[in-house]
């Protein structure tokens, strides 16, 4: 996630702080409103809970967005550590092997020229 984006994700959480704020002040005006002596105004509580309700719905589909991202977001995705460690093992493993094989090599020469040299001696 570069800097622009995780700044454009900071500003719709925050954004979506601000509408928090603004969904509990309209919660607060709708419970003032029926707690009034003379009764609730029925188009106040209307407006109150039908712009609720948006702003709900608004932070709903935000922060499904914003954990969809964050869930996306792989810091490391493009390190080349891990496969530049497994090739130099894997080169390490095949020198040692190359190692043995000059070892067994030496050894088949070994024989091969004893027996030579065992055959020499019997003519």
Known sequence: MDSQSQNTSLQRLQNVEKRIVRVLE????VMDEMA??????????????????????????TLREEIKSACEYRPFEKCDYVPRISN????????????????????????????????????
């Open 26 to 29: 309209l919660a607060g005006g």
């Open 36 to 61: 009034n002596p003379s009764g609730p105004r029925k188009e106040l509580i209307n407006n109150h809970c039908s712009e609720f309700m948006q702003l709900i719905k608004d932070i709903q589909v």
């Open 88 to 123: 130099e093992i894997c080169c390490k493993k095949l020198e040692y092997v190359i190692s043995q094989f000059d070892d067994m090599k030496r050894t088949i020469e070994g024989y091969h020229a004893a027996a030579l040299d065992h055959m020499a001696l019997d003519y």
